[in-house]
């Protein structure tokens, strides 16, 4: 079967700690919050997710949607926990608890699809060598720079935002990339979004998206884009930049950056008004762009 879009990564579960708030469980990650939004925009979707086999139940969200789900067999399943300490959404403290530990090529099913999307949430999914077999195998590429930005301490868990090393190399194999706004600041040394998109672009990679509270940038084909976000709440800001992104990828199969980014903006500001992944529909999304990102249907 070919497939659109594959995503890579860990399923996990996120404890999500809102601004004065309190604690809340549920099934996250890069991977749940992207292929819902992919499938929702009409993609042919496939899951490649590390986690424990027990725990598979909570792929259930991605396959009743007609996701293809494959599981790599890891002794626990990834275990998150998002803290929300200002009013702030792009201010978080991230704790990985628990971990699936590193993806290795021989875990990863030849697929035949178009792109496959590497979408972790930390420094512990994804080595060099992964990446450059997987281009090797053809595919077109993408990551979120998040996968190595999160870097997780060894003994406490808890995640700092670091530099890192191999990002030129990184963004050179990559087709596209994502980032946001913190992300971007520690790797090119600029909150200035056009800015840090065209030094990721100067690094080889061709397409690059960033986000940021108000709204997304992309910077494709030698033009640069940014569309506001038209959400009315933030009680569903966890996996933000993973819908965004995914939403992005889905309707690019098919349509240019510039209509695309208003699409992803839009598919994302409803994902924003309620907790959890994107489970809207495409004519919302279609009537959003109408009403709040200037397109037509």
């Known amino acids: 079967m070919h497939y659109d879009i594959t995503f890579?990564?860990?399923m996990c579960y996120d404890e999500i700690t809102a601004y004065q708030g309190t604690p809340h469980v549920a099934p996250g990650s890069a991977v749940l919050c992207g292929a819902m939004a992919a499938v929702g925009a009409?993609?042919?979707?496939a899951v490649v997710a590390k986690m424990a086999p027990a725990d598979a139940h909570i792929l259930a969200p991605m396959t009743d949607r007609g996701v293809t789900a494959f599981?790599?067999?890891a002794?626990?399943?990834t275990y998150s926990r998002v803290i929300h300490e200002s009013p702030?959404?792009?201010?978080?403290?991230?704790i990985l608890a628990k971990s699936a530990g590193f993806i290795a090529l021989d875990e990863v099913p030849g697929l035949d699809s178009s792109f496959v999307h590497l979408a972790g949430i930390s420094n512990e999914e994804f080595t060099m060598e992964l990446m450059a077999a997987l281009k090797a195998r053809g595919y077109s590429l993408s990551t979120d720079m998040q996968s190595f930005v999160r870097q997780v301490d060894p003994?406490?868990?808890?995640?700092?935002f670091a530099d890192v090393a191999a990002k030129k190399d990184i963004a050179a194999l990559m087709d596209r990339l994502k980032l946001d706004?913190?992300?971007a600041k520690i790797l090119t040394g600029t909150d200035d979004l056009e800015k840090a998109a065209l030094i990721v672009e100067s690094w080889g990679c061709p397409e690059v998206l960033i986000t940021r509270q108000d709204g997304v940038l992309v910077r494709a084909g030698g033009q640069t884009r940014f569309e506001k976000f038209s959400n009315a709440s933030i009680v569903g800001r966890t996996g933000r930049g993973d819908t965004t992104f995914a939403a992005y990828m889905a309707w690019r199969l098919n349509h240019a950056p510039a209509e695309s980014i208003r699409f992803a903006a839009a598919l994302v500001s409803i994902k924003m008004e309620t907790k959890g992944p994107f489970t809207g529909t495409l004519d919302a999304v279609l009537q959003r762009m109408t009403r709040s990102h200037g397109a037509k249907q």
């Not at 009409?42 to 979707?45: D, P």
């Not at 003994?155 to 700092?160: F, G, N, Q, S």
């Open 71 to 73: 599981v790599i067999p």
């Open 8 to 10: 890579i990564g860990h």
């Open 88 to 94: 702030d959404p792009d201010v978080r403290r991230l």
């Open 75 to 77: 002794q626990e399943t």
């Open 155 to 160: 003994l406490t868990r808890e995640i700092a």
């Open 181 to 183: 706004v913190v992300e």
């Open 42 to 45: 009409g993609a042919t979707v």
